[in-house]
């Protein structure tokens, strides 16, 4: 049986060419000692982590909202959303619109001309005029696309606008007629497809067990060997992984039609959060020359509200916006309204759920709270748009002038269960759970597999991310 080399000619981790000096970048492993190298370092086994978790924490919020679900389809999953029961209705043309029985032609992409939403017996009116209503009498479906001719019965004295939209409101029927066509309000199906993440962690057996620091005998003069601390953070490399694919990732609008045929020709990508709120949600675009301004807010919750979003929310500005945003609130006095602490404390339970420490929850992921046209509005600092290796690049960017609001609150779906706004969704089933599999490799393995002698570790994730009625949140762009 062939194993792979693993890129033998390779240095091992932890080691690079270059001097033998045991501060500099790379250390040559059978470097020649100077006399400062002989003395015993202060070294600490622990890994320091110099950059934190680098973005982590918006996996752990998800995981701490108990936003994680498994799925039993290798493709993804799928869920319905239930479009509105109203809808308006543009019209193009009105005919005898002086008379008592006016007629208009409806047009727009969302009638079907089979069973148009209008039905004999509604009743209409435009809302730019309060004094008029209309009766529809009958439906006549067009040979031209989407567009039918609808007969009405006028109620009041106004002569109807040559185009406007119509709105129904109620219907009305006379006693002893017949039941109207029926109506009907219409599913949109979400699909959330899932990717395969993979990571492979090598460390060779030198990097295992040289030792690079001297070590001194009791003596203080006798050199009794080297020591080395080496403490490969691949795991969470590979999890920051998921991280960048629930930002930025983009779902494959042409997927392959075959996509074994090659290992690196996915079928599917993982949906990320700015395709899709860039695609669903509520928008509006603030002035980064000029500054965040507090109307900016107030109408993007005003759009919220036309989507019956609820009262508590959890908003995620990155680095422009975020640093705009609270130089705005210190200057207008929003954070001293004397119920805020009470609202926090209201608003923590909803998010983290009323059987955990929400409020140290709060202080822990750094949420500020203030109340904003009707709404309570958590904000938290997407701290991750600063990093300038990745979402920070350049310092200054599309993604850094971003904000994302979302409901805090769980809502139930139709069978009872209750849903985050985003949800990690991972394979697993019958035992084998593809969160995160991990298996090893190698001579220097604790298994002594295969004749490298390396410790290859390999990890695999299958997930991808569910967002569940976006229409309810919001994103603030430049």
């Not at 990717?195 to 030792?211: C, E, M, S, V």
């Amino acid at each position: 049986m062939a194993y792979p080399d693993y890129n033998s000619a390779a240095l091992p981790q932890g080691y690079g060419a270059a001097s033998a000096g045991v501060n500099s970048t790379g250390y040559a492993q059978h470097g020649i000692l100077s006399s400062i190298d002989a003395l015993p370092p202060d070294v600490s086994t622990k890994l320091f982590k110099r950059f934190g978790g680098q973005g982590l924490d918006i996996l752990n919020l998800l995981i701490a909202q108990g936003a994680k679900r498994v799925v039993n389809n290798s493709n993804g999953s799928f869920h319905f959303e239930e479009d509105r029961y109203n809808q308006s209705m543009p019209y193009s043309g009105v005919s005898n619109g002086g008379t008592s029985t006016p007629t208009f032609t409806i047009s727009g992409s969302q009638v079907n001309n089979d069973k148009p939403f209008l039905v004999a017996g509604d009743v209409l009116m435009n809302m730019n005029d309060m004094t008029t209503r209309y009766r529809v009498t009958s439906t006549t479906p067009n040979v031209a696309p989407n567009t039918y001719t609808v007969l009405t019965s006028k109620i009041g004295t106004g002569t109807p606008d040559a185009t406007g939209n119509l709105v129904v409101y109620t219907s009305s029927f006379n006693e002893d007629t017949i039941q109207p066509d029926a109506k009907a309000t219409y599913w949109s199906r979400f699909y959330a497809p899932m990717q395969r993440h993979k990571t492979t962690a090598k460390i060779t057996g030198d990097a295992l067990t040289d030792k690079i620091y001297p070590v001194m005998m009791d003596d203080g003069k006798t050199l009794k060997g080297f020591h080395s601390h080496l403490f490969a953070q691949h795991e969470y490399r590979h999890l920051l992984g998921l991280v960048g694919a629930m930002i930025l990732g983009q779902g494959n609008p042409n997927p392959a039609t075959n996509p074994r045929t090659s290992a690196m020709n996915d079928s599917n990508y993982a949906q990320g959060m700015v395709e899709t709120f860039q695609n669903r949600a509520v928008t509006e675009q603030w002035n980064a020359v000029g500054g965040f301004e507090i109307s900016d807010i107030y109408n993007l919750i005003a759009g919220l509200k036309a989507n019956w979003t609820g009262n508590d929310l959890m908003a995620l500005f990155c680095k422009e916006l975020y640093q705009s945003f609270e130089q705005e609130i210190g200057t207008t006095g929003l954070l001293q309204n004397a119920n805020i602490a009470s609202t926090r404390q209201e608003s923590a339970k909803v998010i983290f759920g009323d059987n955990q420490d929400f409020e140290t929850m709060m202080s822990t992921f750094a949420f500020s709270t203030l109340t904003l046209n009707g709404k309570n509005l958590n904000v938290k600092s997407f701290d991750l748009s600063y990093d300038p290796t990745l979402f920070g690049a350049g310092g200054t960017n599309d993604f850094t002038k971003m904000g994302f609001v979302m409901p805090a609150e769980k809502q139930a779906d139709a069978s009872g269960l209750l849903r985050n706004t985003v949800e990690l969704i991972y394979k697993s089933m019958d035992g084998e759970d593809r969160f995160m599999k991990v298996w090893d490799d190698g001579a220097a393995s604790p298994r002594r597999l295969g004749p490298n002698d390396n410790y290859v570790i390999y990890m695999l994730t299958h997930f991808g991310f569910d967002w569940f009625k976006i229409e309810q949140c919001g994103l603030l762009y430049a």
